[in-house]
């Protein structure tokens, strides 16, 4: 799981680089020119030209990605999280009623509806492994790519179910009380660092939303998006721990 955050949190490093030079640029361009050379001139100029309606396609792009590598994320980490179970738990059996009801649900849906997802080979493939599952076969091996299945908009509700396919009850309020996440949200306890990071994502994905179909009013600046990627850093750091302190919790029951 640790290999999953580890990779979202280098995106997010990459992605903060470019907005902050964007800032930049958009703030050299408003100051006055005290370049004394003729290259200078032209290129405080220049940006001054573009300023932050220019920069503005770019930073949108950049929330684009920042919700498409928070997507990414959490498919990672889930299958990460699923992949591990049948070495910690050998026994199908005895793992969570919610981790076997997703898996059975999950590897239908894989079948059905999502069928184009996949190729011939990985459908062969969860079937085979849901069968050995229901014949306690051991080894056993679980169709993580399926139970991690999304197709809907990452808000706060969709993240809970999908945490939910692997026997967490509410991930919000397991999360609200990391130290992580409340050292982003300022020391006002639990329940109002829940709803804070619920209210961020769902605002960040209408923003998203109307940025990817080009509606609304929606114009976040550098600011705003690097508000959003500490955000994200937090959120990420703390579903990781919530998740690795519930694995250990499975195994030891």
Same mark, same amino acid.
């Given at each position: 799981?640790?290999?999953? /955050?580890?990779?979202? /949190?280098?995106?997010?490093?990459?992605?903060?680089?470019?907005?902050?030079?964007?800032?930049?640029?958009?703030?050299?361009?408003? *100051?006055?020119?005290?370049?004394?050379?003729?290259?200078?001139?032209?290129?405080?100029?220049?940006?001054?030209?573009?300023?932050?309606?220019?920069?503005?396609?770019?930073?949108?792009?950049?929330? +684009?990605?920042? $919700? $498409?590598?928070?997507?990414?994320?959490?498919?990672?980490?889930?299958?990460?999280?699923?992949?591990?179970?049948?070495?910690?738990?050998?026994?199908?059996?005895?793992?969570?009623?919610?981790? !076997?009801?997703?898996?059975? %649900?999950?590897? #239908?849906?894989? =079948?059905?509806?999502? @069928?184009? %997802?996949?190729?011939?080979?990985?459908? @062969? !493939?969860?079937? !085979?492994? +849901?069968?050995?599952?229901?014949?306690?076969?051991?080894?056993?091996? /679980?169709?993580?790519?399926?139970?991690?299945?999304?197709?809907?908009? /990452?808000?706060?509700?969709?993240?809970?179910?999908?945490?939910?396919?692997?026997?967490?009850?509410?991930?919000?309020?397991?999360?609200?009380?990391?130290?992580? *996440?409340?050292?982003?949200? #300022?020391? @006002?306890?639990?329940?109002?660092? =829940?709803?804070?990071?619920?209210?961020?994502?769902?605002?960040?994905?209408?923003?998203?939303?109307?940025?990817?179909? %080009?509606?609304?009013?929606?114009?976040? #600046?550098?600011?705003?998006? *690097?508000?959003?990627?500490?955000? !994200?850093? $937090?959120?990420?750091?703390?579903?990781?721990?919530? *998740?690795?302190?519930?694995?250990?919790?499975?195994?030891?029951?």
């Amino acid at each position: 799981m640790r290999v999953a /955050l580890n990779q979202f /949190l280098a995106r997010l490093d990459s992605i903060e680089r470019i907005v902050t030079l964007l800032g930049n640029l958009v703030e050299f361009g408003r *100051l006055p020119s005290g370049a004394s050379n003729p290259a200078g001139v032209t290129l405080h100029n220049l940006v001054r030209q573009v300023g932050q309606s220019g920069m503005q396609p770019i930073l949108d792009g950049c929330v +684009l990605l920042l $919700a $498409a590598a928070f997507e990414q994320f959490i498919s990672d980490l889930m299958v990460a999280f699923v992949e591990d179970l049948p070495v910690a738990i050998p026994r199908y059996e005895d793992l969570p009623h919610a981790i !076997k009801s997703a898996n059975d %649900r999950q590897t #239908g849906e894989a =079948l059905g509806n999502s @069928r184009s %997802r996949f190729d011939e080979y990985e459908l @062969r !493939k969860f079937v !085979k492994n +849901l069968a050995e599952c229901h014949a306690g076969m051991t080894p056993y091996a /679980l169709n993580a790519e399926a139970i991690a299945l999304n197709d809907r908009n /990452l808000n706060s509700g969709t993240l809970r179910n999908l945490i939910g396919r692997l026997g967490v009850d509410n991930i919000w309020e397991r999360v609200a009380s990391t130290p992580t *996440l409340q050292g982003w949200s #300022g020391p @006002r306890g639990s329940t109002v660092t =829940l709803s804070l990071a619920q209210n961020r994502l769902n605002e960040f994905i209408r923003d998203r939303n109307q940025i990817a179909h %080009r509606v609304g009013g929606a114009a976040l #600046g550098s600011q705003a998006i *690097l508000s959003i990627i500490e955000f !994200k850093y $937090a959120l990420a750091t703390s579903i990781v721990e919530t *998740l690795e302190d519930h694995f250990s919790n499975l195994v030891q029951s």
